[in-house]
């Protein structure tokens, strides 16, 4: 980033948002595109980087997979001005004003402008995993749960093939009363563990599931 750029920034700020209903299809390229889509929209003063491409200075946390849902999305955004008052209850209901549904907007706060990028904030995320197959009971469940946390290793493969264990990611996994999965895995840019690959390690596919992310935590949460 130019020192051009860096001049200009006024306010960063990071907006807390979810992903719900069809919006869980959208990939994450497209969803990247409907953001600068409603920002621009929205009016906000955005800072655009340099180049012969200039997009506007945007950063997510985490890129959720296709078919997850979420409340607990991060995105930072750098502006040239600082925002109108009220903020940032006017600023909220303006985004979700203009939003396409299942995008829903829950917090903006102030970042301070040389603080590290969010992608290396984030450490680890939460979800809650509903089994959808009426066939499949909450023994079954368990059972499969048991084993998964018995291994000394469960090798899985990265979308470019290469080898890594899932275990040491997996930090938490139990089964709650409604027969639900709580996991709580790695999800930093050293070790990454996708929910769907726990899915598929556990012997499930994700047509019997619904994943949902609850939280997803920083290195600098309370």
Known sequence: ???????????????????HGALRFVGH??????WERLLRRAEMPLEYTQGFNPRPRIQFAAALPVGVTSESEYLE??????????FPDQWIERLQTMSPPGLRIYT????????QSLPQQVTTAEYVITITDQEISRHDVQQRVAAMLAAPTIERLTHKGKRYDLRPRILD???NEAGELIAHL???ERANARPDE????????LGQVHIHRYRLNLDNDD
């Open 173 to 175: 996994l139990t089964v």
């Open 186 to 188: 790695s999800s930093n």
């Open 29 to 34: 390229l497209d969803l990247s595109k409907t």
């Open 77 to 86: 955004i750098w502006l040239t001005e600082r925002l109108d008052e009220p």
């Open 108 to 115: 903006l706060v102030d970042i301070p402008v040389r603080d």
């Open 1 to 19: 980033m130019g020192l051009m750029n860096k001049a200009l920034t006024q306010q960063r700020i990071r907006i807390t948002f979810g992903k």
């Open 198 to 205: 726990l899915i598929a390690a556990l012997g499930f596919e």
